[in-house]
C-alpha cells in the first residue's frame, strides 16, 4: 500500500459552504444560499480578528521618517501593531506604546528628539504618532502588526490561512449558517465551534522555552 505523498489538501469557498451547510443538515440549493454564507465567512473573519492574534497574519513593515513629521498613516490592513522599534545607525530602540489619554496629556507634542513612545489611533486607516517626534530623516520605524485576513469573494476562491485552521473553520461557518438556517443546531455548532477555535489558537501560539533562574538572595550556605 502506498500513501499519496501530497500535502496539498485546500477548501476553496463552494467545498467550504457546502460542508457548513451539510453540518446544519440541509443543502445548497440556490446563488443566494451561497451568498449568504459567503457574507457569513466574511464576518467570521472579521470575528477572528477581535479575538486576538493569529500568527500567520503577522507581517512587518518598514518607514523611512521624515524630520518634523510626527504622525504615519497606515494601511488599511492593518489590525493592530504588536512590537515597535526605532532603527538608528543599525541599532533597534523599543518604542513604547501608550494610551490615547496618555499621549492626550503629553505637554508638547512637536518636541524633536528620538521616537520612545507611540500612540496608535485606530481608524479605518490607522494613524501612527509618534513622540518625541523624529529629529532627523535618516531612523526608520519598524513595525509587527496583524494582518486583516483576505475577503472569500467568489466560490472558487481558497482561503487565506494554514491547513490546521480548516476544522475551525468549517465548524465556525457551521455555527453561523445554523443561526440562520437550522436553529436547532446552534447550541451543539457553537460548542463544537469554540472547542475547534481553542484548540487552534493554542497552536498558533508563539513558542518560547521557558527558563526559570533562581534568585540567589534567598540562596544559604
Known amino acids: 500500500m502506498t500513501t499519496s505523498g ?3 489538501f485546500n477548501l476553496d469557498v463552494a467545498e467550504l ?7 446544519c443538515g440541509i443543502e445548497v440549493r440556490t446563488g443566494y444560499d451561497a451568498k449568504t454564507a459567503r457574507r457569513s465567512l466574511n464576518l467570521m473573519f472579521a470575528e477572528w480578528a477581535n479575538r486576538g492574534l493569529n500568527l500567520w497574519t503577522v507581517k ?4 523611512d521618517l521624515t524630520q518634523g513629521q510626527g504622525q504615519e498613516t497606515l494601511s488599511d490592513n492593518v489590525v493592530d501593531l504588536l512590537d515597535v522599534v526605532l532603527r538608528r545607525n543599525n541599532t533597534d530602540y523599543e518604542v513604547q506604546r501608550i494610551s490615547r489619554g496618555e499621549y492626550a496629556t503629553l505637554p508638547n507634542k512637536t518636541t524633536q528628539g528620538r521616537p520612545s513612545q507611540y500612540w496608535l489611533n485606530r481608524q479605518i486607516n490607522p494613524v501612527l504618532n509618534l513622540w518625541s517626534v523624529p529629529e532627523n530623516s535618516t531612523d526608520q520605524i519598524i513595525y509587527y502588526f496583524v494582518q486583516r485576513i483576505e475577503d472569500a469573494d467568489t466560490l472558487v476562491n481558497t ?7 480548516y476544522p475551525c473553520m468549517a465548524a465556525g461557518l457551521s455555527y453561523y449558517m445554523a443561526m440562520k438556517r437550522a436553529p436547532d443546531r446552534v447550541q ?3 460548542t463544537v465551534y469554540e472547542e475547534e477555535f481553542q ?3 493554542d497552536e498558533d501560539q508563539g513558542r518560547t522555552p521557558l527558563k ?7 540562596l544559604r550556605v
Open 159 to 165: 482561503t487565506d490561512m494554514p491547513f490546521r485552521f
Open 6 to 8: 501530497s500535502r496539498d
Open 199 to 201: 484548540r487552534a489558537a
Open 212 to 218: 526559570l533562574q533562581p534568585s540567589f538572595s534567598y
Open 17 to 23: 459552504i457546502e460542508e457548513a451547510y451539510e453540518r
Open 188 to 190: 451543539m455548532l457553537k
Open 60 to 63: 512587518s513593515h518598514t518607514i
